[in-house]
């Protein structure tokens, strides 16, 4: 064993290795102290054997001395790596002088007997059990052999005068046994501490690993499953104190486009600027936890009424609205708030945190930034809608989604003059799915920016190779929603897509909301302007329907306008829509622009809007909208 030990080369500092670093140095330091035993005893046999030649006791110092020089040869053993054998050697020649002198001496009342002791300490510290056992037999059978031959008188010893020289003798056997008992207990205590270092290091690893178990790596809040761990003892405490526990889900608005445009370094510093703010909001580590991606979850105990909980979710959309600051770049985020309430909304954390999140997007599809309590009446509505929100993430990666393409009809010559691309979701189990059901989701979790990233890129690259095929005389339009503008960087996206697929931008038509332009920001000013600049056409959908305030109109390049399909079908009723067709037509003309309508279904509706100066028109008299592999023919066809 030691000599393995020997052997052994120390690998890398790892944990198991700093265990095995110890009983290493353990054989090191045992070999050390047989070496300063052996010296200590060759040097007191030397002594002894001075003080036994003054005593005239020849024989006695001559198997000292034998001795002595003997045991050099352990000295050999060990220098050949045998240190086990060379104690034996050492251990076995002490033990068979002593004996030897004890029965030439006064046997059993010999003090050379006092060396039998210090063998055994000797063995005990630097041999094994073998050994142990070995000597200690043959000490024994030396006694009774010795008490034997005495008792019945086969060979008597004599006892031998107690004089200062045999005090000597004594003291020095006592004071080798003394010195080597303290080498043992020093190696003992070293070996203890170093055992209690490497204990403190093995709980100081396990607490590590438990912390990254159980928190997040990027923020260090508590994970999901520290959270469950602290979410049983808060509500256990709320329910003894007949308290209620509110759950407050978080879930940031704007995580993705700070990810896309800044890179995902930003999108951590955010989330750990979050993760501070809501710390600095609870104080206690265990009441915030990092749930997913972009999701927290604040615990709120000690709440006797919901208005607890409104207070605090406005709270928290305060602190996380608040700027935020990467390479000197102000960015916003904010974040929607669901919260469900324990014991009436469920009492385990799982149920809290679905009924959480459904209420959280309730509070997206309401308009973000804004905090909306689980509420049973629309936990259904809800529940389809998440699920389609997420079949549209899924359709989008499995191109469950296509464009149709609908022809908008010149009323004097009857040809077409451009398309409408309009969104199809062919869904796997649900079949087709109307845009009027997924766009306002698409809207509401943001999923648009995705969507209509994709809609640019697919109608380009269809204009593209209509453009090629030489049937394009007209710009296919694209539906724009307000969203896009406001989250995404749409001149960077369009222009981006134009340059991809090769389409001149006067092909390209983008139709906008009223809602969109009467926002009049600055900057929404400055997208349209660069996109107008590059050629891209503009055009303002469903108009009517919303303010109508005219000034846009002019301040925007803006070049025709969409009449709402909900006047044009009633125009030929008594209900006044005639009449607003009528103006808005008017209008339109005096500032110079194209008019449009919509949703024409028969002869006479088209007649109507041509004698009223309406110069185009789009409708199921004409056609529906068509996959594009229909719309060559369809404009190629004589009218
Ligand atoms: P919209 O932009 O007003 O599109 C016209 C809608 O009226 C289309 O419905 C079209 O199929 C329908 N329509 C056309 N002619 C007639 C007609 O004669 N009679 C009737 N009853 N309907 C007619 P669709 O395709 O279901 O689209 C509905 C709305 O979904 C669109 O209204 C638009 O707001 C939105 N949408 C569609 N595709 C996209 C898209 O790619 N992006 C965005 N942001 N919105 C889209
Ligand atoms: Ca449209
Ligand atoms: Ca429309």
């Known amino acids: 064993m030691l000599n393995q030990d020997l052997n052994k080369s120390p690998s890398t500092p790892t944990h198991s290795s700093h265990v095995f670093l110890a009983y290493q140095d353990f054989g090191k330091q045992k070999i050390k102290r047989l070496i300063q035993i052996l010296r200590i005893t060759q040097?007191?046999?030397?002594?002894?054997?001075?003080?036994?030649?003054?005593?005239?006791?020849?024989?006695?110092?001559?198997?000292?001395?034998?001795?002595?020089?003997?045991?050099?040869?352990?000295?050999?053993?060990?220098?050949?790596?045998?240190?086990?054998?060379?104690?034996?050697?050492?251990?076995?020649?002490?033990?068979?002088?002593?004996?030897?002198?004890?029965?030439?001496?006064?046997?059993?009342?010999?003090?050379?007997?006092?060396?039998?002791?210090?063998?055994?300490?000797?063995?005990?510290?630097?041999?094994?059990?073998?050994?142990?056992?070995?000597?200690?037999?043959?000490?024994?059978?030396?006694?009774?052999?010795?008490?034997?031959?005495?008792?019945?008188?086969?060979?008597?010893?004599?006892?031998?005068?107690?004089?200062?020289?045999?005090?000597?003798?004594?003291?020095?056997?006592?004071?080798?046994?003394?010195?080597?008992?303290?080498?043992?207990?020093?190696?003992?205590?070293?070996?203890?501490?170093?055992?209690?270092?490497?204990?403190?290091?093995?709980?100081?690893?396990?607490?590590?690993?438990?912390?990254?178990?159980?928190?997040?790596?990027?923020?260090?809040?508590?994970?999901?499953?520290?959270?469950?761990?602290?979410?049983?003892?808060?509500?256990?405490?709320?329910?003894?104190?007949?308290?209620?526990?509110?759950?407050?889900?978080?879930?940031?608005?704007?995580?993705?486009?700070?990810?896309?445009?800044?890179?995902?370094?930003?999108?951590?510093?955010?989330?750990?600027?979050?993760?501070?703010?809501?710390?600095?909001?609870?104080?206690?580590?265990?009441?915030?936890?990092?749930?997913?991606?972009?999701?927290?979850?604040?615990?709120?105990?000690?709440?006797?009424?919901?208005?607890?909980?409104?207070?605090?979710?406005?709270?928290?959309l305060q602190l996380v609205?608040?700027?935020?600051?990467?390479?000197?770049?102000?960015?916003?985020?904010?974040?929607?708030?669901?919260?469900?309430?324990?014991?009436?909304?469920?009492?385990?954390?799982?149920?809290?945190?679905?009924?959480?999140?459904?209420?959280?997007?309730?509070?997206?599809?309401?308009?973000?930034?804004?905090?909306?309590?689980?509420?049973?009446?629309?936990?259904?509505?809800?529940?389809?809608?998440?699920?389609?929100?997420?079949?549209?993430?899924?359709?989008?990666?499995?191109?469950?989604?296509?464009?149709?393409?609908?022809?908008?009809?010149?009323?004097h010559t009857n040809q077409v003059c451009g398309l409408e691309a309009l969104l199809r979701w062919n869904h796997p189990d649900q079949g087709f799915i109307p845009p009027v059901t997924f766009i306002p989701l698409a809207e509401s979790s943001g999923l648009i920016i995705q969507l209509g990233e994709w809609v640019i890129t697919e109608a380009c690259a269809q204009a593209k190779r209509w453009y090629d095929e030489g049937i394009l005389q007209f710009a296919v339009a694209v539906n724009i929603s307000s969203i896009q503008f406001k989250r995404g960087n749409i001149d960077a996206i369009v222009l981006g897509a134009l340059a991809t697929s090769g389409l001149p931008p006067q092909y390209l038509e983008l139709e906008l909301t009223e809602s969109l332009l009467i926002e009049d920001s600055d900057r929404l000013a400055t997208t349209l302007a660069h996109l107008r600049s590059e050629g891209v056409h503009l055009s303002i959908d469903d108009f009517g329907t919303g303010y109508s305030n005219l000034g846009y109109l002019k301040k925007f390049e803006v070049e025709a306008l969409k009449i709402d399909q909900s006047f044009v079908r009633k125009m030929d009723d008594h209900s006044g829509d005639a009449a607003i067709v009528r103006a808005i037509i008017q209008m339109a003309t005096s500032l110079g622009l194209k008019t449009i309508a919509e949703g024409v279904e028969d002869a006479n509706t088209a007649a109507l809007l041509r004698s009223l100066g309406c110069t185009q028109a789009q409708g199921y008299y004409w056609a529906r909208p068509m996959p594009a592999d229909e719309v060559k023919n369809f404009c190629l066809t004589e009218r």
């Not at 002198?101 to 510290?125: E, H, K, P």
């Not at 024994?140 to 006892?159: C, D, H, K, M, P």
């Not at 709440?303 to 207070?311: H, L």
């Not at 529940?383 to 549209?392: C, F, Q, T, V």
Request: glycine share 6%.
């Open 321 to 411: 609205s608040e700027n935020y600051i990467y390479r000197n770049i102000e960015i916003f985020c904010t974040c929607s708030i669901g919260i469900a309430l324990a014991p009436q909304d469920g009492e385990d954390l799982d149920t809290l945190i679905k009924k959480a999140d459904i209420a959280m997007y309730h509070s997206k599809d309401s308009g973000r930034n804004s905090f909306r309590f689980f509420n049973p009446a629309i936990n259904r509505n809800m529940l389809e809608h998440i699920s389609l929100i997420s079949g549209m993430r899924k359709a989008l990666q499995d191109n469950q989604f296509s464009l149709h393409y609908q022809p908008k009809i010149d009323l």
């Open 43 to 316: 040097i007191a046999l030397l002594l002894v054997s001075i003080i036994t030649i003054s005593l005239g006791r020849y024989g006695d110092a001559v198997v000292l001395l034998a001795t002595g020089i003997f045991l050099l040869s352990v000295d050999w053993v060990i220098y050949k790596k045998r240190p086990l054998i060379g104690a034996t050697i050492f251990l076995g020649t002490l033990t068979l002088m002593l004996s030897y002198l004890a029965w030439v001496g006064s046997g059993i009342r010999d003090n050379a007997l006092l060396g039998y002791c210090g063998v055994l300490v000797f063995a005990a510290m630097l041999g094994n059990k073998r050994l142990l056992i070995i000597l200690l037999s043959i000490m024994v059978t030396v006694l009774l052999l010795n008490a034997y031959v005495n008792e019945y008188g086969i060979y008597q010893n004599t006892i031998e005068p107690i004089n200062l020289a045999t005090g000597i003798i004594t003291i020095i056997v006592l004071a080798v046994i003394g010195s080597a008992i303290w080498m043992l207990a020093h190696d003992y205590r070293a070996a203890l501490e170093a055992l209690a270092r490497e204990n403190e290091r093995v709980k100081s690893a396990k607490n590590h690993i438990e912390h990254m178990v159980l928190h997040d790596p990027l923020t260090g809040l508590p994970n999901r499953i520290m959270a469950q761990n602290n979410f049983d003892s808060i509500f256990q405490k709320a329910r003894e104190r007949q308290q209620l526990l509110g759950l407050i889900f978080i879930d940031l608005d704007n995580l993705k486009p700070i990810n896309d445009s800044l890179g995902h370094q930003a999108g951590d510093q955010i989330l750990k600027e979050v993760a501070l703010r809501l710390l600095s909001y609870t104080k206690k580590v265990d009441r915030v936890c990092r749930y997913g991606g972009d999701e927290f979850i604040v615990f709120m105990p000690d709440i006797n009424s919901p208005d607890q909980v409104s207070q605090a979710s406005l709270e928290i």
